[in-house]
Protein backbone atom coordinates (compact mmCIF):
# COMPACT_ATOMS: atom_id res chain seq x y z
CA UNK A 1 0.00 0.00 0.00
CA UNK A 2 1.50 3.10 -0.89
CA UNK A 3 2.05 5.73 1.66
CA UNK A 4 -0.27 8.56 2.18
CA UNK A 5 1.17 11.16 -0.09
CA UNK A 6 4.85 9.40 -1.33
CA UNK A 7 5.50 9.78 -4.61
CA UNK A 8 5.31 6.84 -6.16
CA UNK A 9 3.49 4.62 -8.74
CA UNK A 10 3.04 0.94 -8.44
CA UNK A 11 1.26 -1.34 -10.72
CA UNK A 12 -0.18 -4.91 -11.56
CA UNK A 13 -1.02 -6.85 -14.73
CA UNK A 14 -4.67 -8.48 -15.31
CA UNK A 15 -5.05 -11.64 -16.82
CA UNK A 16 -7.87 -13.09 -19.01
CA UNK A 17 -10.42 -11.44 -17.32
CA UNK A 18 -9.21 -7.95 -18.54
CA UNK A 19 -9.37 -8.54 -21.86
CA UNK A 20 -11.48 -5.90 -24.19
CA UNK A 21 -14.00 -7.80 -25.95
CA UNK A 22 -13.75 -7.35 -30.00
CA UNK A 23 -15.59 -4.88 -32.42
CA UNK A 24 -14.96 -3.02 -35.19
CA UNK A 25 -12.98 -0.47 -36.16
CA UNK A 26 -8.78 -0.34 -35.94
CA UNK A 27 -8.63 1.62 -33.06
CA UNK A 28 -10.36 -1.42 -31.36
CA UNK A 29 -9.16 -4.25 -33.14
CA UNK A 30 -5.82 -2.53 -31.06
CA UNK A 31 -7.43 -2.31 -28.17
CA UNK A 32 -8.47 -6.35 -28.21
CA UNK A 33 -5.97 -8.36 -29.63
CA UNK A 34 -5.79 -11.47 -28.29
CA UNK A 35 -2.24 -11.16 -26.21
CA UNK A 36 -3.58 -7.36 -25.03
CA UNK A 37 -3.81 -7.85 -21.26
CA UNK A 38 -5.00 -4.57 -18.67
CA UNK A 39 -2.70 -3.25 -16.59
CA UNK A 40 -2.70 -0.61 -14.07
CA UNK A 41 -0.66 2.06 -12.55
CA UNK A 42 -1.55 3.77 -9.69
CA UNK A 43 0.24 7.69 -9.75
CA UNK A 44 0.46 9.13 -6.23
CA UNK A 45 2.09 12.42 -7.30
CA UNK A 46 0.31 14.94 -10.03
CA UNK A 47 4.09 15.70 -11.59
CA UNK A 48 3.65 11.98 -12.83
CA UNK A 49 0.76 12.79 -14.50
CA UNK A 50 1.79 16.26 -16.21
CA UNK A 51 1.74 14.22 -19.66
CA UNK A 52 -1.43 12.52 -19.34
CA UNK A 53 -3.76 15.35 -20.41
CA UNK A 54 -4.19 14.19 -24.27
CA UNK A 55 -4.49 10.83 -23.53
CA UNK A 56 -7.21 11.67 -20.69
CA UNK A 57 -9.20 14.19 -23.05
CA UNK A 58 -9.40 11.06 -25.94
CA UNK A 59 -10.46 8.76 -23.65
CA UNK A 60 -13.24 11.27 -22.16
CA UNK A 61 -14.18 12.26 -26.19
CA UNK A 62 -15.24 8.52 -26.17
CA UNK A 63 -17.22 8.59 -22.83
CA UNK A 64 -20.45 10.35 -23.98
CA UNK A 65 -21.67 10.36 -20.77
CA UNK A 66 -18.89 12.40 -18.64
CA UNK A 67 -19.37 15.58 -17.26
CA UNK A 68 -16.45 18.87 -16.83
CA UNK A 69 -16.32 16.82 -13.31
CA UNK A 70 -14.04 14.28 -14.83
CA UNK A 71 -12.18 16.41 -17.19
CA UNK A 72 -8.20 16.65 -16.05
CA UNK A 73 -8.16 20.51 -15.62
CA UNK A 74 -11.08 20.72 -12.87
CA UNK A 75 -8.99 17.92 -10.95
CA UNK A 76 -6.10 19.73 -10.74
CA UNK A 77 -7.73 22.78 -9.87
CA UNK A 78 -9.08 21.38 -6.99
CA UNK A 79 -6.05 19.50 -6.15
CA UNK A 80 -4.26 22.99 -6.39
CA UNK A 81 -6.42 24.61 -3.69
CA UNK A 82 -7.61 21.56 -1.57
CA UNK A 83 -4.92 18.15 -1.84
CA UNK A 84 -3.25 19.35 1.24
CA UNK A 85 -3.66 16.43 3.78
CA UNK A 86 -4.87 14.30 1.03
CA UNK A 87 -2.88 11.69 -0.36
CA UNK A 88 -3.59 11.24 -4.44
CA UNK A 89 -4.66 7.72 -5.29
CA UNK A 90 -4.83 8.27 -9.57
CA UNK A 91 -5.19 4.69 -10.79
CA UNK A 92 -4.92 4.52 -14.70
CA UNK A 93 -5.48 1.21 -16.56
CA UNK A 94 -4.25 0.09 -20.19
CA UNK A 95 -5.08 -2.37 -22.72
CA UNK A 96 -1.74 -2.26 -24.54
CA UNK A 97 -0.54 1.72 -24.59
CA UNK A 98 -3.91 2.80 -24.68
CA UNK A 99 -5.39 4.53 -21.73
CA UNK A 100 -8.92 2.57 -21.48
CA UNK A 101 -9.74 3.37 -17.45
CA UNK A 102 -9.07 6.27 -15.27
CA UNK A 103 -10.06 6.22 -11.01
CA UNK A 104 -9.91 9.83 -9.57
CA UNK A 105 -9.07 8.78 -6.21
CA UNK A 106 -7.80 10.07 -2.94
CA UNK A 107 -6.92 8.76 0.29
CA UNK A 108 -7.82 10.44 3.49
CA UNK A 109 -6.58 9.22 7.49
CA UNK A 110 -9.41 9.34 9.12
CA UNK A 111 -11.75 7.80 12.11
CA UNK A 112 -14.15 5.30 12.36
CA UNK A 113 -17.19 6.01 14.35
CA UNK A 114 -15.86 4.34 17.42
CA UNK A 115 -12.40 6.38 17.32
CA UNK A 116 -10.43 4.13 15.49
CA UNK A 117 -7.75 5.75 12.79
CA UNK A 118 -8.44 4.14 9.65
CA UNK A 119 -7.46 5.16 5.82
CA UNK A 120 -10.58 6.02 3.35
CA UNK A 121 -10.74 6.50 0.01
CA UNK A 122 -12.76 9.15 -1.82
CA UNK A 123 -13.62 10.69 -5.47
CA UNK A 124 -11.30 13.40 -5.62
CA UNK A 125 -13.06 16.53 -5.20
CA UNK A 126 -15.78 15.26 -3.76
CA UNK A 127 -15.51 16.01 0.18
CA UNK A 128 -16.47 19.38 0.02
CA UNK A 129 -18.74 18.64 -2.56
CA UNK A 130 -17.21 20.68 -4.73
CA UNK A 131 -17.36 17.76 -7.78
CA UNK A 132 -21.04 17.64 -8.49
CA UNK A 133 -21.04 14.82 -10.46
CA UNK A 134 -18.04 12.35 -9.73
CA UNK A 135 -17.26 9.08 -11.57
CA UNK A 136 -14.92 6.71 -13.28
CA UNK A 137 -13.93 7.03 -16.82
CA UNK A 138 -13.66 3.91 -19.01
CA UNK A 139 -13.46 3.24 -22.61
CA UNK A 140 -17.02 1.67 -23.33
CA UNK A 141 -15.25 -1.01 -25.60
CA UNK A 142 -13.61 -1.75 -22.81
CA UNK A 143 -15.94 -2.67 -20.10
CA UNK A 144 -13.45 -4.41 -17.68
CA UNK A 145 -11.57 -1.38 -16.76
CA UNK A 146 -13.92 -1.28 -14.20
CA UNK A 147 -12.73 -4.59 -12.75
CA UNK A 148 -9.29 -3.56 -13.01
CA UNK A 149 -9.74 -0.70 -11.16
CA UNK A 150 -11.66 -1.48 -8.63
CA UNK A 151 -9.02 -4.87 -7.70
CA UNK A 152 -6.44 -1.92 -7.68
CA UNK A 153 -8.13 0.35 -5.06
CA UNK A 154 -9.09 -2.94 -3.41
CA UNK A 155 -5.29 -3.62 -3.10
CA UNK A 156 -4.51 -0.08 -1.23
CA UNK A 157 -5.91 -1.90 1.48
CA UNK A 158 -8.25 0.81 2.77
CA UNK A 159 -10.87 0.60 5.49
CA UNK A 160 -13.36 2.40 3.82
CA UNK A 161 -14.50 3.51 0.15
CA UNK A 162 -17.18 6.55 0.35
CA UNK A 163 -18.06 6.76 -3.32
CA UNK A 164 -20.11 9.82 -3.44
CA UNK A 165 -21.99 12.17 -5.87
CA UNK A 166 -21.86 9.04 -8.23
CA UNK A 167 -24.53 9.95 -11.28
CA UNK A 168 -27.82 7.52 -10.49
CA UNK A 169 -27.64 7.42 -14.17
CA UNK A 170 -24.07 6.14 -14.17
CA UNK A 171 -23.24 2.97 -16.66
CA UNK A 172 -20.52 1.93 -13.55
CA UNK A 173 -23.27 1.99 -10.68
CA UNK A 174 -24.78 -1.04 -10.28
CA UNK A 175 -21.61 -2.87 -11.57
CA UNK A 176 -19.53 -1.44 -8.96
CA UNK A 177 -21.48 -2.75 -6.01
CA UNK A 178 -20.66 -6.16 -7.40
CA UNK A 179 -17.04 -5.97 -7.98
CA UNK A 180 -16.93 -4.03 -4.21
CA UNK A 181 -18.63 -7.28 -3.15
CA UNK A 182 -16.57 -9.66 -5.20
CA UNK A 183 -13.45 -7.66 -2.86
CA UNK A 184 -14.91 -8.96 -0.06
CA UNK A 185 -15.88 -5.23 1.19
CA UNK A 186 -19.64 -4.37 2.87
CA UNK A 187 -21.19 -2.41 0.61
CA UNK A 188 -24.33 0.01 0.54
CA UNK A 189 -25.60 1.93 -2.27
CA UNK A 190 -27.88 4.81 -1.51
CA UNK A 191 -29.41 8.03 -3.22
CA UNK A 192 -27.58 10.76 -1.60
CA UNK A 193 -29.50 14.13 -3.23
CA UNK A 194 -31.62 15.27 -6.11
CA UNK A 195 -30.49 16.25 -8.99
CA UNK A 196 -33.22 18.54 -10.63
CA UNK A 197 -32.45 19.24 -15.00
CA UNK A 198 -34.48 20.86 -17.81
CA UNK A 199 -34.52 18.14 -20.55
CA UNK A 200 -34.18 21.27 -23.32
CA UNK A 201 -35.81 20.59 -27.11
CA UNK A 202 -39.76 20.91 -26.72
CA UNK A 203 -39.59 25.14 -27.88
CA UNK A 204 -43.39 25.92 -27.01
CA UNK A 205 -43.03 23.80 -23.05
CA UNK A 206 -39.27 25.41 -22.77
CA UNK A 207 -40.77 29.35 -23.45
CA UNK A 208 -43.24 29.05 -21.46
CA UNK A 209 -40.75 27.44 -18.62
CA UNK A 210 -38.73 31.09 -18.86
CA UNK A 211 -41.67 33.15 -19.34
CA UNK A 212 -43.81 32.30 -15.95
CA UNK A 213 -45.92 35.68 -15.00
CA UNK A 214 -43.68 35.84 -11.26
CA UNK A 215 -40.43 35.92 -13.56
CA UNK A 216 -42.08 38.61 -16.03
CA UNK A 217 -43.18 40.82 -13.02
CA UNK A 218 -39.58 40.97 -11.52
CA UNK A 219 -38.11 41.49 -14.28
CA UNK A 220 -40.25 44.32 -15.78
CA UNK A 221 -39.90 45.72 -12.05
CA UNK A 222 -35.62 45.87 -12.15
CA UNK A 223 -36.79 47.46 -15.85
CA UNK A 224 -38.84 50.21 -14.14
CA UNK A 225 -35.58 51.22 -12.16
CA UNK A 226 -32.88 51.68 -14.68
CA UNK A 227 -31.24 49.51 -17.79
CA UNK A 228 -31.37 45.92 -17.01
CA UNK A 229 -28.67 43.91 -19.12
CA UNK A 230 -27.24 40.34 -19.06
CA UNK A 231 -23.93 39.52 -20.65
CA UNK A 232 -21.41 37.00 -20.51
CA UNK A 233 -18.19 37.47 -20.41
CA UNK A 234 -15.98 36.06 -23.52
CA UNK A 235 -12.40 37.18 -22.46
CA UNK A 236 -10.83 35.62 -19.47
CA UNK A 237 -9.34 38.91 -18.38
CA UNK A 238 -12.43 40.24 -17.76
CA UNK A 239 -14.18 37.38 -15.90
CA UNK A 240 -11.04 37.14 -13.54
CA UNK A 241 -11.17 40.94 -12.90
CA UNK A 242 -14.61 40.77 -11.80
CA UNK A 243 -14.19 38.43 -9.59
CA UNK A 244 -13.39 39.96 -6.52
CA UNK A 245 -16.51 41.28 -7.00
CA UNK A 246 -18.38 38.48 -7.76
CA UNK A 247 -16.84 36.95 -4.10
CA UNK A 248 -17.89 40.00 -2.40
CA UNK A 249 -21.55 39.92 -3.25
CA UNK A 250 -21.62 36.34 -2.38
CA UNK A 251 -20.25 36.73 0.83
CA UNK A 252 -22.58 39.79 1.54
CA UNK A 253 -25.62 37.45 0.42
CA UNK A 254 -25.25 34.90 2.92
CA UNK A 255 -23.80 37.28 5.86
CA UNK A 256 -27.24 37.48 7.60
CA UNK A 257 -27.77 33.40 7.36
CA UNK A 258 -26.94 30.66 9.24
CA UNK A 259 -24.73 29.58 6.44
CA UNK A 260 -21.30 31.02 5.82
CA UNK A 261 -20.09 32.13 2.20
CA UNK A 262 -17.76 29.86 1.21
CA UNK A 263 -15.75 32.59 -0.23
CA UNK A 264 -14.35 33.82 3.20
CA UNK A 265 -11.99 30.52 2.69
CA UNK A 266 -9.00 31.82 0.42
CA UNK A 267 -8.72 28.66 -0.64
CA UNK A 268 -12.52 28.73 -2.55
CA UNK A 269 -11.29 32.13 -4.17
CA UNK A 270 -7.77 30.37 -5.61
CA UNK A 271 -9.85 27.41 -6.29
CA UNK A 272 -12.38 29.71 -8.39
CA UNK A 273 -9.69 32.16 -9.83
CA UNK A 274 -7.59 28.22 -11.33
CA UNK A 275 -10.96 27.19 -12.73
CA UNK A 276 -10.83 30.36 -14.80
CA UNK A 277 -7.79 30.13 -15.51
CA UNK A 278 -7.51 26.91 -16.93
CA UNK A 279 -11.62 26.20 -18.30
CA UNK A 280 -12.58 29.67 -19.34
CA UNK A 281 -10.12 29.84 -22.75
CA UNK A 282 -11.91 26.16 -23.35
CA UNK A 283 -15.55 27.37 -23.58
CA UNK A 284 -16.03 24.94 -20.52
CA UNK A 285 -16.69 27.98 -17.97
CA UNK A 286 -19.49 30.68 -18.53
CA UNK A 287 -19.28 33.31 -16.53
CA UNK A 288 -22.94 35.65 -16.47
CA UNK A 289 -23.80 38.89 -14.84
CA UNK A 290 -27.01 41.02 -15.12
CA UNK A 291 -26.42 44.40 -13.85
CA UNK A 292 -28.71 47.15 -13.29
CA UNK A 293 -27.42 50.83 -14.42
CA UNK A 294 -24.21 49.22 -14.47
CA UNK A 295 -24.07 47.59 -11.37
CA UNK A 296 -24.10 44.34 -10.88
CA UNK A 297 -27.34 42.53 -9.58
CA UNK A 298 -26.42 39.25 -9.98
CA UNK A 299 -23.64 36.80 -11.02
CA UNK A 300 -23.77 33.36 -12.15
CA UNK A 301 -20.19 30.53 -12.74
CA UNK A 302 -21.17 27.67 -14.39
CA UNK A 303 -20.09 25.51 -17.18
CA UNK A 304 -20.96 24.33 -21.04
CA UNK A 305 -19.64 21.02 -21.70
CA UNK A 306 -20.66 18.78 -24.16
CA UNK A 307 -24.12 20.28 -25.10
CA UNK A 308 -25.34 20.57 -21.82
CA UNK A 309 -25.29 23.68 -18.96
CA UNK A 310 -24.52 23.28 -15.73
CA UNK A 311 -25.84 25.57 -13.09
CA UNK A 312 -23.14 26.12 -10.53
CA UNK A 313 -22.49 28.70 -8.31
CA UNK A 314 -25.03 32.09 -8.26
CA UNK A 315 -25.18 34.76 -5.95
CA UNK A 316 -27.03 38.39 -6.09
CA UNK A 317 -27.90 41.49 -4.55
CA UNK A 318 -29.26 40.43 -1.36
CA UNK A 319 -30.61 44.34 -0.45
CA UNK A 320 -33.39 43.10 -4.04
CA UNK A 321 -33.79 39.99 -2.55
CA UNK A 322 -37.93 40.38 -2.27
CA UNK A 323 -37.83 40.96 -6.17
CA UNK A 324 -35.78 37.51 -6.80
CA UNK A 325 -32.77 39.14 -9.06
CA UNK A 326 -31.55 35.18 -8.90
CA UNK A 327 -34.69 33.87 -10.37
CA UNK A 328 -34.68 36.61 -13.30
CA UNK A 329 -31.09 35.83 -13.79
CA UNK A 330 -32.18 32.01 -14.47
CA UNK A 331 -34.72 33.48 -17.22
CA UNK A 332 -31.77 34.92 -18.64
CA UNK A 333 -29.77 31.86 -18.52
CA UNK A 334 -32.47 29.60 -20.22
CA UNK A 335 -33.51 31.50 -22.46
CA UNK A 336 -29.55 31.64 -23.71
CA UNK A 337 -29.55 27.93 -23.34
CA UNK A 338 -32.19 27.65 -25.56
CA UNK A 339 -31.39 29.87 -28.19
CA UNK A 340 -27.78 27.81 -28.27
CA UNK A 341 -30.05 24.64 -28.59
CA UNK A 342 -28.07 23.11 -25.88
CA UNK A 343 -29.69 19.77 -24.47
CA UNK A 344 -30.06 20.42 -21.29
CA UNK A 345 -29.96 22.53 -18.44
CA UNK A 346 -28.97 21.21 -15.80
CA UNK A 347 -29.42 22.46 -11.71
CA UNK A 348 -26.88 19.47 -10.61
CA UNK A 349 -27.34 18.76 -6.70
CA UNK A 350 -30.01 20.17 -4.40
CA UNK A 351 -33.60 19.90 -4.35
CA UNK A 352 -34.15 23.82 -3.39
CA UNK A 353 -37.79 24.99 -4.70
CA UNK A 354 -36.66 27.01 -7.35
CA UNK A 355 -34.99 24.16 -9.60
CA UNK A 356 -38.10 22.22 -9.44
CA UNK A 357 -40.19 25.60 -10.58
CA UNK A 358 -37.60 25.09 -14.24
CA UNK A 359 -36.40 21.15 -13.76
CA UNK A 360 -38.62 18.46 -16.13
CA UNK A 361 -36.78 15.71 -14.46
CA UNK A 362 -35.46 14.53 -11.48
CA UNK A 363 -32.65 12.97 -11.72
CA UNK A 364 -30.57 11.55 -8.50
CA UNK A 365 -27.06 10.85 -7.29
CA UNK A 366 -25.52 8.27 -5.62
CA UNK A 367 -23.53 7.29 -2.79
CA UNK A 368 -21.33 3.73 -2.34
CA UNK A 369 -20.11 3.37 0.68
CA UNK A 370 -17.61 -0.11 1.39
CA UNK A 371 -16.14 -1.11 4.81
CA UNK A 372 -14.14 -3.95 5.28
CA UNK A 373 -15.52 -3.76 9.16
CA UNK A 374 -18.67 -5.25 9.77
CA UNK A 375 -18.80 -2.71 12.37
CA UNK A 376 -18.02 -0.04 10.52
CA UNK A 377 -20.72 -1.27 7.84
CA UNK A 378 -23.38 -1.81 10.33
CA UNK A 379 -22.84 1.82 12.34
CA UNK A 380 -23.38 3.35 8.68
CA UNK A 381 -26.29 1.49 7.38
CA UNK A 382 -28.24 2.63 10.97
CA UNK A 383 -27.16 6.68 10.31
CA UNK A 384 -28.39 5.74 6.91
CA UNK A 385 -31.65 4.71 8.03
CA UNK A 386 -32.29 7.43 10.30
CA UNK A 387 -31.33 10.20 7.87
CA UNK A 388 -33.42 8.77 5.14
CA UNK A 389 -36.26 8.75 7.55
CA UNK A 390 -35.77 12.17 8.35
CA UNK A 391 -35.17 12.98 4.61
CA UNK A 392 -38.94 11.19 3.83
CA UNK A 393 -40.61 13.44 6.31
CA UNK A 394 -39.14 16.91 5.07
CA UNK A 395 -39.57 15.40 1.68
CA UNK A 396 -43.82 14.87 2.46
CA UNK A 397 -43.66 18.42 3.73
CA UNK A 398 -41.92 20.10 0.91
CA UNK A 399 -44.40 18.36 -1.04
CA UNK A 400 -47.51 19.16 0.80
CA UNK A 401 -46.39 22.92 0.73
CA UNK A 402 -46.19 23.23 -2.97
CA UNK A 403 -49.32 21.13 -3.42
CA UNK A 404 -51.05 24.47 -1.48
CA UNK A 405 -49.24 26.92 -3.74
CA UNK A 406 -46.56 27.71 -0.80
CA UNK A 407 -42.66 28.06 -1.12
CA UNK A 408 -40.24 27.92 1.75
CA UNK A 409 -39.28 31.91 1.93
CA UNK A 410 -35.54 31.20 2.43
CA UNK A 411 -35.50 29.11 -0.72
CA UNK A 412 -33.50 31.76 -2.88
CA UNK A 413 -30.55 30.62 -5.79
Keep these: MPALG ?80 HGLCLILAYAGTHLVGIAPMMMLRERSAFGRPRLGMHFIGSTNHASDYC ?11 LDALVEEMAGTGCRRYEL ?28 QNDAPVRLLGHEAADR ?28 TGEVLAN ?31 ELVRCMHSRHWLTFDVLTLDGEPLAFHVGFEYRRRFIWYKPTFDVSYAPKSPGQVLIKYLLETAIERRLEEFDFTVGSEGFKHRFANRVRHIHRVSAFRSAVDYLHHRAITGGKRSLSGIRHRIRSSLNNAGATPGNRRP
Excluded at 169 to 181: C, G, Y
Excluded at 246 to 272: C, G, V
Design 135 to 145: DFITDPKCPHA
Design 6 to 85: CNCSAGRNYGAHGRCPPSPGEETSALNRAATRLRTTLLSDWRAARALEPAWEALLERCPDSSVFQTLPWHRAWWQAFGAG
Design 164 to 191: SHLPGWSRHRTRLVSLLRAQGLRTFDDV
Design 243 to 273: LDAFFQQHIARWANTTSRSQFLDPRQREFYR
Design 208 to 235: EAVNKSSLKRNKRYFEKLGELRFCRLHR
